[in-house]
């Protein structure tokens, strides 16, 4: 459960084996398999800080967490390493990570109410027209990402994506899933160190970095929203918070100078995910029914874990 | 001769050991499985399912009874919205990739007042025998036409050894359960 030393190192690990694997590739420089350092280190980054924060396998493949950590994020890194190696048609970077995203539903849900049809759960019908939506919906944000960091790299996009980690996991845990909200938290830092080592990189564009990181995003809304309670108007809006950063290529902002533009990308981001947090606790409170008598506040997380300490 | 008797009889007491088997489908609005857990080690949070559906069978022989006890996990109602939705997510129930709790008898012994019933008790992913002892057996008509019988009992169990470890300590790892049942006789 949510202990903020715990999750303070895992974020401190995820984003010192990110800095490592990049601080690893960037010495291959001259290899055709250097670019794979960056989707790689956002993988690992992302996993490390999982299992420092008590991840560990119970069974084949047994929870949603096991399959996001075990096969979605894997493919992710698979396909982006794949595509940032051998450069490819843009037809087949679109089937490659159209593959990735219409294979994640089917995948997060195995076993669920949602694909075996029970009480709750979904007819065929609506099972193949849902997954197709959810693929398309993590598709789509994936490639709109990526063709702008290639279009005009800047750690801007990293940077929201790693503010938008950090709310979606707040949201998460707000919204009942504390586990899932947890792991959301050390991808924020994997991907900050992304974004602050891209320049220090001379590799600005992070190649891969951007579209591991938004799986990885997605993942956790996914599981937060079908296994607990993190309500759709929640996920659509933390989904759609990095799409901001499109707004640089329109105008005014793309004759802006970099730094104002990344500042005011950067505001607007944290406005909208502000919002989503803001609501979130509201909605907490509301729901947990705080009625202590005397206005005693009601007990947190945390209060659980220190008690009888 | 005395073969063809010894067939025949087989056959009758068969046949009346049938006949007296009632079957029983459990009534949802007379049913209750309510949990209790201890909290900082001061009190006790209790919390229900409100779905709660099953068949049984009363037979003379009591190793011929069986019970079959179905309970839908996104029912749970602890009575507090914030606490249920996180009972519900993967952190405990994982109600979405585990949508039921079932019981199945597979031994059921005659004790005063009841029967001690031992079957597998399903949850979480996880399948362990439980006993219990069931209290009742009672029957009325009611409505005028429709006969009833229901039964009561509890057991403890230990959350852990299903898999449910998520804040063991403040929250306590046994839970007391205790369920009660109406059966319409089919």
């Given at each position: 459960m949510p202990d903020p030393v715990a999750i303070l190192i895992a974020m401190a690990a995820s984003g010192v084996v990110t800095a490592l694997v990049l601080l690893a590739y960037s010495r291959l420089r001259s290899s055709p398999g250097a670019v794979i350092g960056w989707p790689l280190a956002v993988g690992l980054g992302f996993v490390t800080g999982s299992i420092m924060l008590?991840?560990?396998?119970?069974?084949?493949?047994?929870?949603d967490q096991e399959r996001l950590l075990l096969l979605v994020v894997p493919l992710a890194v698979t396909v982006e390493s794949w595509i940032t190696m051998k450069p490819m048609s843009t037809a087949r970077m679109v089937l490659a990570r159209g593959c990735v995203a219409l294979s994640s539903g089917p995948l997060l849900l195995l076993g669920s109410v949602y694909m075996t049809g029970g009480s709750g759960g979904w007819s065929l019908a609506e099972r193949v027209c849902f997954l197709f939506g959810l693929g398309v919906s993590i598709l789509v944000p994936w490639l709109a990402l990526v063709t702008l960091q290639q279009r005009r790299p800047d750690p801007v996009i990293s940077l929201t994506l790693a503010a938008t980690s950090l709310a979606a996991g707040i949201t998460t845990m707000l919204s009942g899933y504390a586990s899932a909200g947890q792991l959301a938290l050390p991808l924020a830092a994997t991907l900050a160190v992304a974004a602050f080592a891209a320049p220090a990189a001379a590799?600005?564009?992070?190649?891969?970095a951007v579209g591991v990181g938004w799986i990885c995003l997605a993942g956790v809304l996914f599981i937060g929203r079908f296994f607990g309670s993190l309500t759709t108007l929640h996920g659509v809006l933390l989904g759609v918070t990095p799409l901001v950063c499109w707004l640089a290529e329109c105008r005014p902002l793309c004759f802006w100078a970099a730094w104002p533009r990344r500042l005011l990308l950067l505001t607007l981001t944290l406005l909208l995910l502000g919002t989503v947090v803001w609501q979130a606790q509201n909605r907490f409170r509301t729901h947990s029914?705080?009625?202590?008598?005397?206005g005693a506040p009601a007990p947190s997380m945390q209060d659980y874990l220190d008690f009888g300490r | 001769m005395r073969y063809v008797m010894n067939c025949v009889m087989v056959l009758a007491l068969g046949l009346a050991s049938t006949a007296q088997a009632d079957d029983y489908a459990i009534d949802p609005a007379h049913a209750a499985f309510d949990f209790r857990i201890q909290h900082l080690g001061l009190s006790w949070t209790t919390g229900r399912f409100n779905a709660v559906e099953g068949v049984f069978r009363i037979d003379p022989?009591?190793?011929n009874c069986a019970f079959t006890v179905t309970i839908q996990t996104e029912s749970v109602d602890s009575g507090n919205k914030q606490r249920d939705d996180h009972l519900r997510s993967p952190d405990w129930f994982n109600a979405k990739q585990h949508p039921q709790i079932t019981f199945k008898s597979t031994a059921v012994k005659p004790v005063e007042g009841g029967y001690e019933v031992t079957g597998d008790f399903a949850m979480h992913g996880v399948t362990k025998p439980v006993t219990l002892v069931l209290k009742g057996g009672g029957s009325a008509e009611f409505p005028k036409g429709v006969q009833r019988t229901g039964f009561t009992g509890s057991t403890v169990l230990k959350r852990s050894d299903f898999?449910?470890?998520?804040?063991v300590g403040p929250v306590g790892d046994d839970v007391q359960l205790w369920i009660s049942f109406e059966g319409i006789k089919k």
């Open positions: 008590g991840f560990r396998p119970r069974g084949v493949l047994a929870t590799s600005p564009s992070a190649p891969g029914g705080s009625s202590a008598p005397g | 022989t009591p190793a898999g449910m470890s998520t804040m």
